[in-house]
């Protein structure tokens, strides 16, 4: 039976349209709002910047938690993913987290044929299987692991097919294929476990919605595409 449920979940994740990076070349920007407890806190936006067989997709993201007016949690970051010819060159980013800074640079060493890793968390080697974890590409779903945007930590993961559902974000309706996303590595911390559930538009192959639960209920939606 468990071997079948793997199999099934195998035939929904290869039935969504796992497009190249060229897919993305189509977009100039995606915005997904961030909530809270049903409360938008902030944003999330990635921008698209194209050249020949470049890609550069910058991510800037800021959200803010209060309680009972204080700030008690704040988050701003801005990252740059690069790709030629569909293939991950490099990634760097800077976050801020309650004045704390995080960072990672990933650049791709060709003699290796692996991802040289210097972060706030891990500094090594990681396997070009890897993708980094940002909502605004599906491969994130094929992978088996992927590296931390903020910290550059490479983490084990299991993606599991839940169902299909049609979903109201914004005043618009997508019918949408459910899957969530778990740590392979069951004696991480909680805090440390990937546990996310996520929406992909059937028609579009887009991340519509991310939801995943710690201090408070979180989620992630797509507010718009230009």
Do not use: C
Not at 24 to 39: C, H, P, S, V, W
Not at 57 to 64: A, E, G, H, L, S
Not at 111 to 134: M, Y
Not at 185 to 191: K, R
């Amino acid at each position: 039976m468990k071997k079948f449920i793997i199999f099934l979940s195998l035939i929904f994740i290869s039935t969504i349209s796992f497009a190249h990076i060229d897919h993305y070349k189509n977009f100039n920007k995606i915005e997904m709002e961030i909530l809270r407890n049903n409360e938008v806190i902030g944003y999330n936006y990635y921008f698209f910047n194209k050249e020949n067989d470049s890609l550069i997709v910058t991510n800037q993201f800021k959200f803010k938690v209060k309680l009972f007016g204080a700030t008690v949690f704040e988050v701003e970051g801005y990252g740059e993913e690069k790709y030629i010819k569909d293939n991950l060159i490099s990634y760097k980013s800077k976050t801020l987290q309650n004045k704390k800074e995080k960072f990672v640079n990933l650049n791709l060493n060709k003699t290796t044929q692996k991802f040289d890793i210097k972060g706030s968390s891990f500094t090594g080697e990681a396997s070009l299987k890897n993708v980094v974890g940002n909502w605004w590409s599906h491969r994130i779903l094929q992978a088996e692991s992927q590296i931390s945007p903020i910290s550059g930590s490479v983490k084990e993961q299991i993606v599991t097919f839940v169902g299909k559902e049609n979903i109201t974000l914004n005043g618009k309706e997508y019918e949408t294929d459910r899957f969530k996303l778990n740590s392979k590595d069951l004696s991480l911390q909680d805090d440390k476990k990937l546990n996310f559930d996520i929406w992909v538009d059937k028609n579009t192959s887009m991340i519509v919605k991310v939801t995943y639960k710690r201090m408070g209920n979180w989620e992630y939606r797509l507010k718009n595409i230009e």
